[in-house]
């Protein structure tokens, strides 16, 4: 467990290297378009913002996820069964209590995110805690128990927000692209509007591919990790076996599912607005093979 966690860790700062270094080449271009000259000054410019907003999504990752999901926060009145199952399930893997947070959607479904044990978060769906028993909410509580224990949330976490955000910035930045165009035509502007258009073309064209390819490369084996390390918490395998198999056959579609978050569900959450996905480009292993994982644990 602590060579996944510290490979987690290191797999996080890459992304922030990587994330740093794009949002620096866009800002510098910009800088490059508006100010007509490419100086020191520029790229010393770039860099710093790019180092600021890297800092802030690090440290903000999780409320800007819970955001985008919607997510609101639980209270252990109105949640005493979910509560009570993680308390004693933080009591045997020797973690502390993670925040609950609900999502109104009777889709049933449920991930976490944070940066670590001690700023970590498990949100799961009203349709979760209607349409799943005891023993199969511990289990789905206990798998996404073991994804922070295990420091999958800090990457998953940390790419599902800046691969949002290098998305949007490259199609803010194409269209800043094609409107500045448009409205200038002077002779010395031309090379670095050009310059803009195209690089901005090729970033619009490679954010999408760039999204699949990291959430691919988050390997789909931290699923099978997480239900193994469940089954060891609850010493259960046929209530995480039941939760995957009511949670993947549920046909009610998640209103607030999204292609940056998909990967941190303990199912794909927008299964049922495309059909089944394929096995290739899937950020989930198949729910059948990771039954035939867990029927295998002795």
């Not at 995957?244 to 046909?251: A, G, V």
């Not at 569900?265 to 299964?271: L, T, V």
Request: aromatic share 8%.
């Amino acid at each position: 467990m602590f060579d996944i966690s510290k490979s987690n860790k290191r797999k996080t700062y890459g992304i922030i290297g990587v994330f740093i270094l794009l949002l620096t080449l866009i800002v510098y271009f910009v800088g490059i378009y508006w100010f007509e000259e490419a100086s020191i000054g520029v790229a010393i410019f770039a860099m710093i913002f790019s180092i600021i907003v890297s800092w802030a999504s690090y440290y903000n990752s999780d409320k800007i996820v819970l955001s985008l999901n919607g997510a609101r926060k639980a209270t252990k009145e109105e949640h005493q069964r979910m509560v009570e199952n993680l308390e004693g399930l933080c009591i045997a893997a020797g973690l502390p209590m993670p925040e609950l947070y609900i999502m109104d959607d009777g889709s049933p479904n449920a991930f976490a995110t944070g940066r670590n044990p001690e700023h970590s978060v498990i949100c799961v769906t009203t349709g979760l805690l209607q349409k799943l028993d005891s023993n199969e909410l511990e289990g789905v509580l206990a798998h996404e128990l073991s994804h922070i224990k295990n420091y999958d949330i800090l990457l998953q976490t940390v790419a599902a927000v800046f691969v949002g955000f290098v998305t949007i910035i490259s199609d803010l930045f194409f269209r800043i692209g094609v409107r500045s165009s448009r409205s200038r035509d002077d002779d010395n502007g031309g090379g670095a509007q050009a310059i803009l258009l195209v690089v901005g073309f090729i970033f619009l064209l490679l954010s999408p591919i760039f999204a699949n390819l990291l959430k691919l490369a988050l390997s789909r084996n931290r699923e099978y990790l997480a239900d193994s390390s469940a089954v060891e918490l609850t010493r259960n395998p046929e209530g995480l076996i039941s939760a995957l198999r009511k949670i993947s056959s549920d046909t009610d579609p998640l209103e607030q599912a999204n292609k940056a978050t998909e990967c941190m569900y303990i199912s794909n959450p927008i299964k049922n607005k495309k059909g089944k996905t394929s096995s290739l480009f899937s950020t989930h292993p198949s729910v059948e093979d990771r039954i035939t994982q867990l029927q295998n644990i002795h």
